[in-house]
């Protein structure tokens, strides 16, 4: 590793698997502080860094993790995949949603924004996805709802704050080998009847022929939240494999 992100602060959301965990990881190894947070603490388990229980969709339990962690970068990793559409989707299912996906990035950006502000500057990088504004995905109606929402609020974070040394992207993955993502072919196995046939389902959708591995996208998290990415954002990152470029 290269020490990219030496003397810098970070706090993650989600840091107990997938994505949110290989990013806390690679931000240690690139000489970050790093503050991994999840609302299930028992998740963080052997990381080499300072662990916080942060409820993203509580708004006093994000401002105790944020004023202990004083992030230069923050990572919004935590989200929630629903399944279904238009007609499946319950009034209660698109309130958690957005409280979830989108609402929460909000809740943890407003409370961040000041310090970086006060400190000269600061990178926030937003887990949206490929299946958003960018692509639709069968039986994703709120998920790809909410995701668009974020590629939305990234640029508008964006464009408010450039001039105060505040950068804000978002990332837009394809499907990702994680946790969540095998229950999720799980799920479809049983309502299918067959494992493999959901697992072939996930993966067909990729022109790569396989799904990415988490440590794939954390390495774009570090890039967007290193210097190296000094002349970038108000953009939606998209790493897919080539799903959206069909």
Not at 112 to 131: D, K, Q, T, Y
Not at 177 to 184: A, C, F, L, N, T
Request: charged share 20%; with cysteine; hydrophobic share 40%.
């Amino acid at each position: 590793m290269t020490d990219r992100l030496k003397g810098k602060r970070a706090l993650i959301t989600a840091a107990g698997q997938g994505i949110g965990r290989a990013t806390a990881e690679m931000f240690i190894a690139e000489g970050a502080e790093v503050f991994a947070s999840d609302v299930n603490t028992d998740l963080l388990a052997g990381l080499d860094c300072e662990t916080l229980m942060i409820d993203a969709r509580n708004d006093s339990s994000v401002q105790a993790g944020v004023a202990t962690a004083k992030p230069d970068v923050l990572f919004n990793c935590a989200g929630f995949v629903h399944h279904g559409n238009a007609l499946d989707a319950t009034d209660a299912d698109w309130d958690f949603g957005f409280d979830l996906n989108v609402r929460s990035m909000f809740r943890t950006i407003r409370t961040a924004l000041p310090g970086m502000i006060e400190r000269g500057g600061g990178s926030i990088v937003n887990m949206s996805s490929a299946c958003s504004s960018v692509i639709g995905a069968p039986n994703r109606f709120i998920y790809g709802t909410t995701k668009a929402a974020v590629i939305g609020l990234t640029k508008s974070v964006a464009v408010d704050y450039i001039k105060q040394g505040i950068r804000c992207n978002a990332i837009c993955p394809g499907t990702v080998e994680s946790p969540s993502w095998h229950d999720r072919v799980k799920a479809l196995g049983e309502e299918l009847g067959s494992y493999d046939t959901a697992l072939e389902q996930f993966v067909s959708r990729q022109p790569m022929g396989r799904v990415a591995t988490a440590r794939e996208i954390a390495s774009l998290v570090t890039y967007l939240a290193s210097d190296e990415s000094g002349f970038t954002t108000g953009h939606p990152h998209v790493i897919d494999g080539g799903w959206s470029g069909q």
